[in-house]
């Protein structure tokens, strides 16, 4: 989206229904031809698929889509989304090798002065048969590790910083867009903002006994949004350095958008608001109750339900 302009809007995808997995790449290419054909040559802030989608309407984008494919949808099928982000750690896949999953924060592979992280994935290449994989969380998997390799790689990944049991679970969920030095775009500090700002939060999840608990935060550098703040159940935005828009409301599995709550308020001022509303959360959550869901019923925030029409209605001031 853009600062002040309401016609751009963040946007939930849509479902079309159901294709068997070898239908996949037939109606990937028929959505990708659709776009290009009917998406917005004009105005290139309604260039993206969401805004073409609102255009011409849902039913008939699928039909577009299923001409071109040659694929008709079925309908859609049950499922259930019970979490989101990576399993950090060891898991087993069903050819029987082991996968580790390596919590980067921000994706950012470097020496630092505590952790060589860099070097030990150098380390881990120079003994791993098998695949590196990026996350779209900017986590890395070192995957496809036979079970005789395992302790091996474990260790390495330990002595090097890439795994660290004191990761709280709200940093492992964290998220930052690259911003400043790197992007041209960017109004205020996103990578480089986010490890100070997760040290407080955590610092309030434990003043408040959830430091067990996380909460979804990202942090984008400005509305283009690629940290994703309007999936989180924390969002910020930014507008001017230590400036940012607050949005709350989103949930943990990420299917609802996040209303902006404060807009333009400086970091001192978010961390103000959270530890009030972290602490309300703490005593009066129902069980399992994330902190996104707990502030849209106990109406806190106003949910989005339509981004298209209702996400610049205001929210009244609490
Ligand atoms: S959200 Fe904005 S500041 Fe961040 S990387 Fe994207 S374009 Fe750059």
């Known amino acids: 989206m853009t600062h002040g302009d309401k016609n751009t809007f963040p946007r939930l995808a849509s479902e079309f229904g159901y294709i068997p997995i070898e239908k996949t790449l037939a109606i990937a290419e028929a959505i990708v031809t659709t776009q290009r054909d009917w998406g917005n ?5 309604n260039a993206k698929t969401k805004y073409t989608l609102e255009r011409v309407g849902i039913e008939t984008f699928k039909q577009e889509v299923e001409r071109r494919s040659g694929v008709i949808f079925d309908a859609i099928r049950p499922y259930e989304f019970t979490h989101r982000g990576d399993q950090i750690g060891w898991l087993k896949g069903v050819d029987d090798k ?24 150098a380390e881990i290449a120079k003994i791993h048969q098998g695949d590196f994989r990026l996350t779209a969380n900017q986590n890395l998997i070192v995957a496809g590790v036979p079970e005789n390799e395992k302790a ?50 955590d610092s ?32 910020l935005v930014g507008k001017a ?41 703490a005593i009066s959550r129902h069980n ?20 298209a029409t209702d996400f610049y209605e205001v929210q009244e001031a609490v």
């Not at 040559?41 to 802030?45: A, Q, S, V």
């Not at 990761?167 to 690259?178: D, G, I, K, N, W």
């Not at 500090?189 to 986010?194: G, H, I, N, Q, T």
């Not at 949930?251 to 972290?278: C, F, H, K, V, W």
């Open 204 to 235: 309030l999840m434990t003043k408040h006994g959830v430091s067990e608990e996380h909460i979804v935060v990202r942090v984008t550098g400005c509305p283009n949004g690629c940290g994703r703040a309007m999936l989180a159940e924390v969002g």
């Open 288 to 307: 399992n109750e994330g902190f996104g869901d707990f502030l849209i019923r106990t109406n806190v925030v106003k949910p989005v339900l339509n981004s």
């Open 98 to 121: 082991w996968h580790l999953t390596l919590f980067i924060e921000s994706g950012r592979l470097i020496d630092k002065p505590d952790a060589q992280l860099k070097t030990g994935v």
């Open 41 to 45: 040559r004009t105005e290139r802030k």
């Open 152 to 201: 091996n790689i474990e260790a390495i990944a330990r002595r090097y910083g890439l795994i660290d049991d004191k990761v709280t679970p709200l940093r492992e969920h964290a998220m930052a867009c690259v911003s400043f030095p790197t992007c041209p775009l960017a109004m205020a500090e996103a990578e480089r903002f986010l490890p100070s700002f997760t040290d407080t939060l």
């Open 241 to 281: 350095p230590d400036r940012y828009n607050l949005h709350l409301g989103g949930n943990r599995i990420g299917t609802r958008i996040p209303r902006m709550y404060r807009e333009n308020i400086t970091s001192q001022e978010i961390i103000a608001i959270l530890d009030s509303l972290i602490g309300d959360w």
